[in-house]
């Protein structure tokens, strides 16, 4: 059973380029959240998807957006990019709306 | 802001156990008190979590106090590949999954 899987693993851009990263939940899960890391700190919540809307948002611009597909999937796309959003993102899903989040090893972006 | 606090850092000697504490005095009857560990690079894991009552599995048991202001999270014979980040995570929002990390505790376990 697979887990929770992402990609690309590790991606460089530059300023002002828009990214995309995609997250494949646990297999059965239909809840997918994502947050960004920065190095040395804990994780930050950006927003969380069920059935295909976006229901909980965290202190990020709307340079942050995503979509979840009926397949449950996911997308994580940033804007406009700048220095700061160089982070490790982090998808995780659950079972249910309230059920323990299970991560993907990440998606480690470099702005430069 | 994250709602618990823990040390920074703590050591261990391997074999021996592992007590990391929490503090939450802010929870709300209704919120559980889960625990992750991120070993480094890597997805943050799901240990434990509870609300009133001990819970013990195969990887720790979780104490939480009578007036559920605080925790303890006990890796009873630590290894060294214990040795990680652990998130102590109270856990908020309407739909009970905006997980807010603090910067966490990070647990050497020495040989």
């Known amino acids: 059973d697979a887990g929770v899987t992402q990609s690309p693993t590790h991606l460089i851009k530059t300023r002002g380029q828009q990214v995309t990263l995609r997250c494949s939940p646990k297999?059965?899960?239909?809840?997918v959240s994502w947050y960004q890391q920065a190095l040395g700190q804990g994780p930050q919540f950006i927003f969380q998807?069920?059935?295909?809307?976006?229901?909980q948002r965290g202190n990020f611009p709307d340079r942050f957006s995503g979509h979840q597909f009926p397949n449950y999937s996911s997308e994580l796309n940033v804007n406009a990019l700048l220095l700061g959003d160089s982070a490790l993102y982090l998808c995780?899903?659950?079972?249910?709306?309230?059920?323990?989040?299970?991560f993907g090893e990440g998606s480690r972006l470099t702005v430069l | 802001d994250a709602k618990t606090t823990q040390p920074p850092s703590m050591d261990c000697a391997e074999g021996r156990a592992a007590n990391l504490p929490c503090n939450h005095s802010?929870?709300?009857?209704?919120?559980?008190v889960y625990w992750y560990r991120q070993i480094h690079s890597q997805g943050p894991q799901y240990i434990i979590h509870?609300?009133?009552n001990n819970e013990t599995n195969e990887m720790a048991s979780l104490i939480i106090t009578e007036d559920r202001k605080s925790s303890t999270l006990i890796l009873p014979h630590a290894t060294l590949r214990d040795t990680a980040v652990y998130y102590c995570?109270?856990?908020?929002?309407?739909?009970?999954?905006?997980?807010?990390f603090g910067p966490g505790t990070r647990l050497s376990v020495l040989p």
């Open positions: 297999s059965g899960h239909d809840t």
């Open positions: 509870g609300l009133k």
């Open positions: 802010t929870i709300s009857g209704n919120e559980y």
């Open positions: 995570i109270v856990r908020v929002g309407d739909y009970g999954q905006n997980f807010v």
């Open positions: 995780a899903s659950s079972l249910v709306v309230a059920g323990e989040l299970f």
């Open positions: 998807y069920y059935e295909e809307e976006e229901r």
